[in-house]
């Protein structure tokens, strides 16, 4: 099961690692095979079913939203304990949108499977 100290610290450098714009940081709480659910991979990706698999597929579709404009930010909110989850609400600094993020871990505390949830 997943403490609140580990959510907390991997939720924090997770956030920096998305204001860094360093997408292989970004990548590395990620397992190679993970799979990421978002609505905004069927705009983007042009993915009906919004999801795609490994970070291959990510790569590109992550790099097109840290090179959007204004600038990506992030802005932590809170964070939720699940089992062998955890959920990350997050703001968007420069749109004040807010988004949650729920990740699925493995053993090894990396992350195997990425939900995101926009208002």
């Known amino acids: ?7 907390e610290r991997f939720a924090i450098e997770w956030v920096e690692s998305w204001n860094s714009h360093d997408l292989d940081r970004i990548l590395a709480h990620y397992t190679d095979d993970f799979v990421m659910r978002s609505p905004l991979i069927v705009h983007r990706m042009q993915e009906p079913s919004g999801t795609l698999r490994g970070k291959d597929a990510v790569r590109p579709y992550w790099s097109m939203g840290l090179q959007a404009t204004p600038p990506l930010k992030f802005e932590l909110e809170r964070v939720m304990v ?3 989850s ?3 609400e997050y703001r968007r ?3 004040g949108s ?3 993020e729920v990740l699925f871990f493995n053993e090894q505390l990396r992350v195997v ?3 995101a949830h926009y208002e």
């Open 82 to 84: 699940g089992v062998d």
């Open 98 to 100: 807010q988004a949650v």
């Open 86 to 88: 955890i959920a990350i």
């Open 93 to 95: 600094a420069s749109t």
């Open 113 to 115: 499977r990425g939900v």
């Open 1 to 7: 099961m997943i403490d609140r100290a580990f959510a």
